[in-house]
């Protein structure tokens, strides 16, 4: 992320990068954080009570990610510590990437890809490798925030998918730019073709995703994860796609992660998975660079942060 250290060396701070090929241990962030004004961490780092606790000279944790679930918020706001996160320039990136993994998963891409290095092409097949058309289909959408509305309207675009959607809130735009229909979580499995998760993730929702939701799914039905792992519990997916419950699966995102390379989803042919990768393009890591290090800069003086996660912080 060298656009923002570079805006932070700029501004004129003096800037200690880890610079390791595997992310620190907790005791080593621990020690390197102490006496620093700021942390810029990433969502694999647990940034809890404890740590926060250790580090209470802190004013600033800004996180290179829009995702704050490895933040304990409420222990950094106790201690007048502004959290940050880099919204809004990675709608776009993550919606592709799940409109990449539904397409693939939906016509089987990976699967085909690997029949020919396999050496199972024997030459065109009338019924072989077919897959899901997506035209007219219905979407369930978990969290119709900003992610979930830009997935939405990719499959509303391409394909005039109708739009289920749970959220915390109604979004009477969205309902209106994507005929989108608030529904009951249930309801939402039941009638889907597509589910997607985009919600933010917290303790309550750990493995929402569980064999009593994936049994209420369509046996057609495919599901994509491009939010957190802990959204689904794995065992239960691999069951309920192995037993044919279930039609594939898109996973950006892993339960743990990262996912043990010999695990049994990596080779099934209708799930397609990624190492939680959607924000990853050049433009789009850069700027989420430049909004981390901006909040950094902004929560030293005191200013509001460009995606600022707990605003009341400071009274
Ligand atoms: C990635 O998962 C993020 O939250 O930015
Ligand atoms: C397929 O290649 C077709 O021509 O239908």
């Avoid at 959220?167 to 073709?193: H, I, M, T, Y």
């Avoid at 691999?238 to 699966?249: D, I, T």
């Avoid at 950094?296 to 200013?303: D, T």
């Amino acid at each position: 992320m060298p656009q923002g250290i570079f805006f932070l060396h700029a501004q004129g701070y003096e800037v200690e990068v880890w610079a390791g090929a595997q992310p620190p241990t907790r005791d080593e962030l621990l020690a390197r954080t102490q006496g620093a004004d700021a942390l810029l961490c990433l969502l694999d780092d647990k940034i809890d009570a404890d740590f926060l606790h250790q580090n209470p000279q802190l004013k600033v944790v800004s996180n290179y990610a829009v995702g704050y679930n490895n933040i304990d918020v409420a222990a950094a706001t106790q201690l007048g510590i502004a959290v940050g996160n880099t919204p809004d320039v990675l709608t776009d990136a993550t919606a592709d990437l799940a409109f990449a993994l539904l397409l693939a998963v939906a016509r089987k891409v990976l699967d085909s890809h690997r029949t020919i290095g396999q050496n199972r092409w024997q030459g065109w097949e009338p019924m072989g490798h077919l897959g899901l058309d997506l035209r007219g289909k219905t979407l369930g959408i978990v969290g119709l925030g900003r992610i979930g509305q830009a997935l939405a309207q990719r499959c509303h675009a391409a394909y005039d998918m109708d739009i289920l959607y749970t959220a915390q809130s109604p979004k009477p735009e969205a309902e209106k730019r994507l005929k989108a229909k608030q529904v009951s979580f249930n309801e939402l499995l039941r009638q889907s073709d597509v589910v997607s998760v985009h919600a933010s993730y917290r303790p309550e929702l750990a493995e929402l995703f569980n064999k009593d939701a994936f049994e209420q799914m369509k046996p057609t039905a495919i599901f994509i994860n491009t939010a957190r792992g802990g959204f689904h519990n794995e065992q239960h997916l691999q069951e309920a796609l192995q037993s044919g419950q279930l039609w594939g699966a898109g996973l950006d995102v892993t339960n743990p992660e990262p996912m043990r390379p010999d695990h049994p989803l990596l080779t099934m042919p209708n799930v397609v998975i990624t190492p939680h990768i959607a924000s990853a393009t050049l433009e789009t890591r850069s700027q989420m660079s430049y909004i981390a290090a901006q909040n950094i800069v902004f929560g030293l003086e005191k200013k509001p942060l460009v995606g600022f996660v707990n605003p009341g912080v400071w009274g």
